[in-house]
């Protein structure tokens, strides 16, 4: 795909919604809100302002593809970095095809809630272009940071590591029925440049929604990794796990169970499935994790394990630490969060999406400590249960706490309903609440309107909720709320430090905040910030480009070509 950034700079003028267009759209999306839950209602999708009107798109440029580029660019007003990446919808327009699938992809970022998958913040859409304002990323993919490693490998323990954090988001999109059909190396980012950061999973332009009925034809993938049934075209979701004993493999020696000198030798390698662990690259590998490969790269996906199968494999355990019980101060949080009113709860909902990594950091591991089977989300026993050894709280309590945060009311509380309610324990400054504000003011008229808030509410809960909510706060009884009164809010028993640092967080840790009135559910999210470089960051290139570049850079003992794999052509429809 060309290089858009100059598109992207001029955006506007001719590759912009006309009134008549923008209005028609901003329909569309207010009715497709009504059905969806908050969740997927807080990413933003704007069709009035030009991308450029909010953003600073000059940043580097991570990388380019079929239809468009990817760039760092900055949130004019919070100075927060994010990922632009840029489709050229000119391209595609007529192929009707390949637009279902940019909204497939769409819709299924905004549904996914994990903290190991990149969060879609905002889309802007023209005539010609839809600009994905996306987490950024600042510690490069992994299969860079494989190729920097002593032996082009990792050491067993941190090669399991890593394996837990992949098959805990794989098992998150698989059990809310995602196939992701293009995982590998290239398709996990680390959050920041740190020997500790966490894994994210990116690039859905693969993955779809399946059916456990249904099978999948389409054969798409990348050479290495892709898995023979896939090849055959009859698969379904096991085809994640076979890339995943792929990754494993390749992170434990440092060379991919079936190279080749091109893409036909590969392929031909892949089909027939053999491979060994007995290269001394496996010398001192342990019996536990050659198991688990050979687990995985099964030929027979019926026999293959699923992901819950892997997590529960002893070799993702044989380096646990005995958990620790659940903070009392993160205990006296949730108990704080009941007694808030409603739109005081709404208002968490809403700014634990604004929270950069930094502010949320501490909050993961107390999320694990509930979510014990690495799910992505707990449930009500789970949660009792760890209410009940850090804190003694009455299972009635635990029950009203826990309803306090099932917004979606699916008997499970998600990540990002996690953080809004123990969002007195991060620390959050005036750029999250002037992100916060601009999230509920859709329509950029410098107030919230009732209106607003039950678009972003939309099916989880009713007219009448939303104006009673709306109305604990209207004190003036305009039907509006301006971004003081807004502030007001989260400043009852503890305020948010002005942001004074251009970009740089305040240090303000809130304290514990309580107000009267009736209950509702939370929500929450992540964002990136911080400097990059262009190198920083993969994503994918043009297929076409890449089909006669096939790669492999982790080591000549493979005598592979450097380079970025290509993907599988789609050759049928499905």
């Given at each position: 795909m060309g290089n858009c950034g100059t598109k992207v700079e001029a955006a506007g003028g001719p590759d912009e919604l006309k009134p008549a267009q923008a209005a028609i759209r901003a329909t569309e999306i207010k009715a497709e809100h009504k059905a969806q839950h908050l969740a997927q209602n807080i990413v933003h999708e704007e069709v009035k302002r030009k991308v450029t009107d909010v953003y600073d798109v000059t940043g580097s440029e991570l990388g380019t593809g079929i239809s468009g580029t990817v760039r760092v660019c900055t949130h004019k007003e919070t100075k927060i970095q994010y990922a632009l990446k840029t489709l050229q919808l000119h391209q595609i327009r007529n192929d009707e095809d390949a637009m279902k699938q940019l909204k497939d992809e769409i819709a299924i970022l905004k549904a996914l809630d994990h903290p190991n998958i990149v969060r879609l913040e905002e889309v802007y859409e023209t005539p010609d272009h839809m600009f994905?304002?996306?987490?950024?990323?600042?510690?490069?993919?992994?299969?860079?940071?494989?190729?920097?490693?002593?032996?082009?490998?990792?050491?067993?323990?941190?090669?399991?590591?890593?394996?837990?954090?992949?098959?805990?988001?794989?098992?998150?999109?698989?059990?809310?029925?995602?196939?992701?059909?293009?995982?590998?190396?290239e398709n996990f980012?680390?959050?920041?440049?740190?020997?500790?950061?966490?894994?994210?999973?990116?690039?859905?332009?693969?993955?779809?929604?399946?059916?456990?009925?249904?099978?999948?034809?389409?054969?798409?993938?990348?050479?290495?990794?892709?898995?023979?049934?896939?090849?055959?075209?009859?698969?379904?979701?096991?085809?994640?796990?076979?890339?995943?004993?792929?990754?494993?493999?390749?992170?434990?020696?440092?060379?991919?169970?079936?190279?080749?000198?091109?893409?036909?030798e590969i392929l031909q390698r892949v089909k027939k499935g053999h491979y060994s662990l007995e290269i001394s690259r496996f010398d001192g590998v342990s019996e536990h994790a050659k198991d688990f490969i050979r687990k995985l790269l099964v030929m027979d996906p019926k026999r293959r394990m699923s992901a819950k199968d892997a997590q529960e494999h002893v070799w993702m355990h044989d380096f646990d630490h005995p958990t620790e019980p659940l903070s009392h101060d993160i205990a006296d949080s949730l108990r704080n969060f009941h007694q808030f009113g409603a739109m005081k709860k709404l208002v968490c909902e809403v700014l634990a999406y604004t929270l950069i990594p930094e502010q949320i950091h501490d909050l993961r591991e107390e999320f694990n400590k509930i979510d014990k089977d690495n799910t992505g989300e707990f449930t009500l026993e789970q949660f009792r249960e760890a209410l009940a050894q850090s804190d003694h709280v009455s299972s009635d309590e635990a029950d009203q706490i826990f309803d306090d945060m099932d917004l979606e009311h699916d008997g499970k509380i998600h990540w990002?309903?996690?953080?809004?309610?123990?969002?007195?324990?991060?620390?959050?400054?005036?750029?999250?609440?002037?992100?916060?504000?601009?999230?509920?003011?859709?329509?950029?008229?410098?107030?919230?309107?009732?209106?607003?808030?039950?678009?972003?509410?939309?099916?989880?809960?009713?007219?009448?909720?939303?104006?009673?909510?709306?109305?604990?706060?209207?004190?003036?009884?305009?039907?509006?709320?301006?971004?003081?009164?807004?502030?007001?809010?989260?400043?009852?028993?503890?305020?948010?430090?002005?942001?004074?640092?251009?970009?740089?967080?305040?240090e303000c840790s809130q304290q514990n905040m309580t107000a009267s009135g009736r209950r509702r559910t939370?929500?929450?999210?992540?964002?990136?910030?911080?400097?990059?470089?262009a190198e920083s960051m993969?994503?994918?290139?043009?297929?076409?480009?890449?089909?006669?570049?096939?790669?492999?850079?982790?080591?000549?003992?493979?005598?592979?070509?450097?380079?970025?794999?290509?993907?599988?052509?789609?050759?049928?429809?499905e």
């Open positions: 994905l304002i996306l987490e950024l990323c600042t510690g490069g993919e992994m299969l860079d940071r494989l190729n920097s490693q002593k032996g082009f490998h990792y050491s067993e323990k941190v090669a399991a590591d890593y394996v837990k954090i992949m098959v805990n988001a794989i098992r998150y999109i698989h059990e809310h029925n995602i196939t992701h059909r293009d995982l590998k190396l980012l680390l959050q920041d440049r740190t020997e500790e950061s966490d894994l994210k999973l990116i690039d859905f332009g693969l993955s779809r929604h399946f059916k456990k009925s249904e099978k999948m034809t389409v054969p798409v993938g990348t050479p290495y990794y892709v898995a023979p049934e896939v090849l055959r075209g009859v698969y379904d979701e096991k085809c994640d796990l076979w890339s995943l004993g792929v990754i494993t493999y390749m992170l434990l020696s440092g060379t991919p169970p079936f190279p080749g000198q091109g893409e036909g990002h309903e996690f953080i809004a309610a123990t969002l007195s324990k991060c620390e959050y400054d005036e750029r999250n609440l002037k992100l916060a504000f601009e999230r509920l003011d859709a329509e950029h008229q410098g107030f919230i309107t009732k209106e607003n808030l039950m678009d972003i509410v939309g099916a989880d809960g009713s007219s009448d909720e939303v104006a009673q909510m709306f109305d604990e706060v209207d004190y003036k009884h305009e039907g509006k709320i301006y971004f003081p009164e807004f502030v007001q809010i989260m400043k009852q028993n503890g305020a948010a430090k002005e942001d004074k640092s251009d970009g740089v967080p305040s939370s929500v929450a999210g992540r964002m990136s910030q911080g400097p990059v470089d993969a994503v994918p290139k043009d297929k076409h480009q890449i089909r006669n570049e096939i790669h492999m850079k982790i080591h000549d003992h493979v005598n592979s070509q450097a380079g970025k794999s290509p993907r599988v052509e789609v050759e049928k429809k």
